[in-house]
């Protein structure tokens, strides 16, 4: 990877932390901490699971050398599995409900791995996609991570010389995504070195848009997959790359028996034609395809190799089994859903109490009760909004035959558990979701158009609004965009456009208003973007990335506390009004 100088040191930058250069003295009692987390790969994704059509030597290094999970649970999609991972929670229960419109969006208040860890004394680093919350108190720097370098959103359009984020600054790198992201996280490692670290390396691959150096491509092309296939694939691979650069920068530095290394995706895979054991879904179904995964973990010294653990576990038991690992307290307030599996993991106990798992999947952004499952040790019971199926997975893995009428009890049982879960961990869900404004941590607030709420003929350019989209069909004045804040510092706010707009449709007038105060604005100056080159194997579902001019169209004075602003076009010369890309606040006095 080629940088310039500027953008070496912002890449050093993110790869440590200000003050804690100089070497400390290693705690040799608290074990570092990698966690590497993979975007859309699914159970069959790794060679080691039966695969022979995919080349993941460093993953089975790391199920050689260490533990592998056969019964390891996730979420159906992205932004709750990390939720749930980053918290010990069930992801209802942190107000992370979908992938998109601030549904993604974690509670504040709530603890991560990384905010315990940094309490006793680990430097927290987060490298790649966050997805629960873009902005502050909600995003890595206000949940615990001492160093960020990544994006926040679902979702990142181009995975070649992109422009990232590092601890709050752009930076336009070059290179494929995922080596860059790795160096990153190398440079945290060597920095940290001497003292105990938590590195969370959350790589956007292979999550569409199906982007992959041609080496990578073209290997498995020439196996005979289609290009979608191939692309993720490839992507996959060059992930097992990296993390063979992880493994050995471990080496290097002598660290091997003082690091837990992590591996796990989030959701199954995002497609239905691949390899998945015979498994029943894949990602955003809620049967066994689309929410069991890979977990592996090698702990050189204390972890067997090539053990297996058949336990039934999930990501909510990720924090509590470092939290035992490591010996760092937990405090009973955090109210955890996942329980250790430390002791299994170390080979010290055999029995695992039977437990139900509670799956939730949102359709979009409404808060109905299903689709859901629940599995425990031996059945699954699963719901997507009519009656429920029960299916034997130890008789039946591939959910071919439901028995449902056949185990009346055993359903009932199951669906009654599954009610009584999701009243209590969905409590306060349908309340209405503010953006925090006016943090001297975060002084201007950047609200993307999927964060914002419309009525009247505007939709989305992409029609999904997935995190990249913009609104479009502004065609009448009685069109209406709100924006959801919650202002914790009253005082001045000046307001900005991110905008398209054609020629014909020059001289719209726009006013914004609070419940207190308005302005009006004239957007006078024209500005059609031109798509930016995209390398895509295959056509994208998302929109494709394009370019846009900044309107600043005045201040507000706005007052402490929840409210809306509202954006009309009181005059429309042309067919409609803007494409409005985002709304930008930043607070002046």
């Known amino acids: 990877m080629k940088v310039s100088g500027f953008i070496l040191f912002l890449l050093l930058l993110c790869g440590s932390v200000t003050g804690c250069n100089q070497d400390t003295g290693r705690d040799t009692q608290k074990p570092n901490i990698i966690l590497i987390l993979t975007d859309d790969q699914g159970w069959g994704d790794v060679a080691h699971n039966g695969n022979e059509g995919i080349d993941t030597p460093m993953m089975d290094l790391l199920a050689r050398e260490g533990a592998r999970f056969d019964r390891f649970y996730v979420s159906p999609v992205c932004a709750p599995t990390r939720a749930s991972l980053l918290t010990g929670r069930d992801h209802l229960r942190t107000g992370v409900q979908w992938v998109t419109y601030g549904l993604e969006n974690m509670r504040a208040e709530e603890v991560t791995l990384a905010e315990v860890l940094k309490k006793d004394s680990y430097q927290t680093g987060l490298f790649g996609k966050w997805h629960n919350g873009s902005h502050f108190p909600m995003d890595p720097e206000g949940q615990g991570f001492d160093t960020f370098f990544g994006f926040k959103t679902g979702h990142w359009n181009n995975y070649f010389d992109t422009a990232l984020t590092c601890n709050g600054s752009p930076v336009n790198t070059e290179g494929y995504i995922t080596d860059v992201l790795t160096d990153s996280a190398l440079t945290f490692i060597e920095r940290n070195r001497n003292q105990p670290f938590f590195a969370f390396i959350p790589y956007n ?70 390899f998945n054991g015979n498994m029943k879904g894949w990602k955003a179904k809620v049967d066994e395809g689309g929410v069991r995964v890979p977990l592996l973990i090698r702990w050189p010294g204390n972890i067997e190799p090539g ?25 009973d307030s955090l109210h955890l859903d996942g329980r250790s599996f430390a002791s299994l993991l170390l080979g010290k106990e055999q029995d695992w109490p039977n437990r139900y798992l509670f799956t939730h999947q949102s359709r979009w952004d409404s808060l109905e009760q299903h689709p859901s499952s629940v599995r425990d040790n031996r059945y699954r019971a699963v719901n997507y909004g009519g009656q429920w199926e029960l299916y034997d997975m130890l008789a039946d893995p591939a959910q071919q035959r439901d028995i ?42 950047h609200i993307p158009a999927p964060e914002l709420s419309f009525s009247g003929n505007i939709q989305f350019k992409g029609t999904s609004g997935w995190s990249n989209d913009w609104l479009v069909n502004w065609t009448s004045e009685e069109d209406e965009v709100m924006v959801p804040v919650q202002v914790v510092s009253d005082g001045v706010y000046e307001v900005t456009f991110e905008y398209n707009l054609s020629p014909s449709d020059a001289g719209v007038e726009v006013t914004i208003s609070s419940s207190s105060a308005s302005l009006n604005t004239t957007v006078t100056q024209p500005f059609v973007g031109q798509r930016i080159s995209s390398p895509d194997r295959v056509p994208r579902g998302e929109v494709y990335e394009k370019t846009w001019a900044m309107h600043q169209a005045g201040a507000l004075y706005l007052n402490r506390g929840e409210q809306e602003l509202n954006i009309r076009a009181y005059r429309i010369p042309g067919k409609e009004s803007m494409e409005l890309k985002s709304v930008i606040l930043r607070k002046k006095s």
């Open 307 to 331: 053990s297996v653990v058949d336990a039934l576990t999930a990501h909510i038991d990720i924090l509590p089994t470092l939290a035992e690992l490591t010996g760092v307290p937990l405090e």
């Open 404 to 445: 449902a009428t056949k185990a009346p009890e055993i359903l009932s049982t199951f669906s009654t558990a599954y009610e009584e879960w999701f009243q209590e961990v969905s409590q306060g869900l349908d309340k209405p979701r503010f953006i925090p404004l006016g943090y001297e941590e975060a002084p201007e607030v």
């Open 205 to 274: 691959a292979p999550h569409s848009p199906f982007q992959v150096p041609d080496k990578y491509f073209f290997k498995y092309k020439n196996r005979g997959l289609d290009d979608k296939n191939a692309s993720v694939y490839g992507m996959v691979e060059n992930i097992d790359d990296n993390i063979g650069r992880i493994l050995n920068k471990l080496e290097e530095l002598h660290l091997n028996e003082h690091t837990i290394v992590l591996f796990l995706t989030d959701n199954g895979p995002n497609g239905g034609d691949r």
